[in-house]
């Protein structure tokens, strides 16, 4: 069935960078876009961006722009996160998720199969 | 941004009673070119990623039991559990992905009486 799995947890220093896999299986992976999401300690879901895998074109959400960088592989269909210039409100689980696209509206819709979740901790 | 507000922001039903949750957005989500309403719901159990329930806000994701149902439509939505069972203890989310930047609301948590 549809996997993505996604790189172990990380501790990063403030400033620093971080950059979380996410590995797909069992769908083709050109045919969807990859969202991210992360989850603060005891918050809600907070939408980051797509990338999609198609065409490698990417939409970051407005507090996101330009520290983040999402990139995919297709001959290992994996996609990347990275999140640069991190501050200690960064630390949160970090997911990836599998996203159709809607003709529609020209964006991609919700998120059907998740990864497990990154754990970023950023402490000095 | 379109703002997605869920209330209540916790609540306590007892086995086999009815939850209700109810989710607002801040413009509507229903798009008059396909009259279909962005608007998915997502239960998350602990130490878990987020479960897919719903999509166009009514369309249960296979697998989901019918005891959960989704409906409404334009900017008010409400997911409605029927008889709650044990395994249905979680926080549930409702997000638009009407336009980006796609956002969800802060989240339900269901716990038993």
């Known amino acids: 069935q549809v996997q993505l799995m996604q790189s172990g947890a990380d501790v990063k220093k403030p400033g620093a960078s971080v950059k979380v896999s996410c590995k797909t299986s069992?769908?083709?992976?050109?045919?969807?876009?990859i969202n991210w999401m992360r989850q603060a300690p005891g918050q809600g879901l907070e939408w980051m961006g797509w990338?999609?895998?198609?065409?490698?074109?990417?939409n970051y959400a407005q507090q996101f722009q330009g520290r983040l960088i999402m990139t995919i592989d297709i001959s290992t269909t994996t996609a990347y996160m990275e999140l640069r210039r991190l501050r200690s409100d960064d630390t949160a689980v970090y997911y990836c998720?599998?996203?159709?696209?809607?003709?529609?509206?020209?964006?991609?819709?919700?998120?059907?199969?998740w990864g497990q979740g990154t754990l970023v901790t950023v402490s000095s | 941004d379109i703002v997605m507000t869920q209330s209540p922001d916790s609540l306590a039903v007892s086995l086999g009673e009815r939850a209700t949750i109810k989710c607002k957005s801040s413009?509507?989500?229903?798009?008059?070119?396909?009259?279909?309403?962005?608007l998915a719901w997502y239960q998350q159990k602990p130490g878990q990623p987020p479960k897919l329930l719903f999509y166009?806000?009514?369309t249960r994701e296979f697998g989901v039991p019918d005891r959960f149902t989704g409906s409404g439509s334009g900017t008010d939505f409400t997911l409605t559990i029927s008889s709650l069972q044990a395994e249905d203890v979680a926080v549930y989310y409702c997000?638009?992905?009407?336009?980006?930047?796609?956002?969800f609301g802060q989240g339900t948590k269901v716990e038993i009486k």
């Open positions: 998720a599998r996203s159709s696209y809607d003709l529609v509206t020209d964006s991609f819709r919700w998120s059907d199969n």
């Open positions: 069992d769908y083709m992976f050109t045919a969807y876009a």
């Open positions: 990338i999609n895998a198609y065409n490698g074109n990417t």
């Open positions: 413009q509507t989500v229903l798009h008059s070119s396909n009259n279909r309403n962005y």
């Open positions: 166009w806000a009514s």
């Open positions: 997000q638009q992905y009407y336009h980006p930047p796609q956002t």
